[in-house]
């Protein structure tokens, strides 16, 4: 006997009531385009778990694979068996011998009320019928080397010796989708991760200011597009053209004002690119007080010129705490390569950190940005990026 399911369990999917079905629904097709590369695999989704039928197959990169899939708030390999109380011990034996450590303990949980022992008397049974069996195995309740964990559930028994964690949060794409403003920098592909850790697809756009920016900067933004997708699936990337913005900003603006003004633009932008895409939000990676736009006053001010509701995860979060989950994801590495993006080319020499909403508009009322934005929007190029088909090497890492 040997493990033969994924057990897959539930974090607050488990609290949604009558959108369950929907959640779940949703998870499992995500474990489905997350484990594309076995067309086979049976995966079922229940009210209170779901499971993947491994049928012979090596579980080790199916396992790496749930680790990365947001709406898993922990899973197991697990032998799954009818609900009869010797197959049952049978497998809790068979359980422990395939792990290391020389103590033990059982935990038994009984959501099928209809099994006819208790779940407190079936951990004296398991318990005693492992201790007679293993010979270099004694029990330790409070810090055993392996729990293992009995849950009889309607359809079934399952046993697993090993509990992993997931991602948690909720699956992607069952809370709608939202438009990442991506610099290339630290901040924004984190606050892409913890968005979809909120059920949310995202797409994202950069703007880049070709030549004062180069290639290798805009490779740098489609390289974290591609990174990202390993948590939330295929992401369009839209690269807007903003050099002629950028250089009217700078020449009929007042120069503290520009870095304000040129955010506006931005959002004014993006905002269009979310209704051309049915997109209902917009996510940026600020972080409150980190830069001089990211001030209260500042975000008041540049907030203005669009009714979309901003999302900004990172908004509390220090900067050592965004670059530790920018190393856990695998983004860090990518957004520290030495390529400036638009945001930082033309920044002023003393940017205004609070500014007033009247000042930015009277300076802007002389200043017609509406061909230029229509400009923008009509030259925006739109990359699809997909786990399984990245676009194409990174230029950077071909130097390696």
Known sequence: MKYDHILIRYGELALKGKNQKFFINTLRSNVQRALKDYPDLSIKGKRDHMYILLDGRDPDPIVDKCKDIFGIQSFSLAMKVDNDEEKIKEAALEALRLENGQ????????????FPVRS??????????LLRNSEEWTVNVREPDVEIRVEIRHDAT???ARNIPGKGGLPVGSTGKSLLLMSGGIDSPVAGYLTMKRGVKIEAIHFHSPPFTSERAKQKVEDLAQTLTKFGGEVKLHLVPFTEVQQKIFKEAPENYGMTIM???????????AQKEEILSLTTGESLGQVASQTMESMHTINEVTNYPIIRPLVAMD???????SKEIETYEISIRPYED???????KQPKTRPKREKVNQFEAPIDFTDDIA??????????FSPSNPSQESEFDELL
Do not use: W
């Not at 103590?103 to 209809?114: A, H, L, M, V």
């Not at 955010?263 to 690119?273: D, T, Y």
């Open 375 to 384: 400009k923008a929007v009509e030259g925006t190029e739109t990359v699809v």
């Open 319 to 325: 900067k050592s705490d965004i670059i530790d989950i």
């Open 263 to 273: 955010r506006r633009l931005m959002l004014r932008i993006s905002e269009q690119i």
């Open 158 to 160: 399952y046993i697993t």
């Open 103 to 114: 103590t033990f303990k059982i935990t038994c949980k009984r959501p099928n009320k209809d």
């Open 342 to 348: 638009c945001c930082t080319i033309f920044v002023p």
């Open 120 to 129: 407190q008397e079936m951990n004296q049974i398991l318990g005693g019928h």
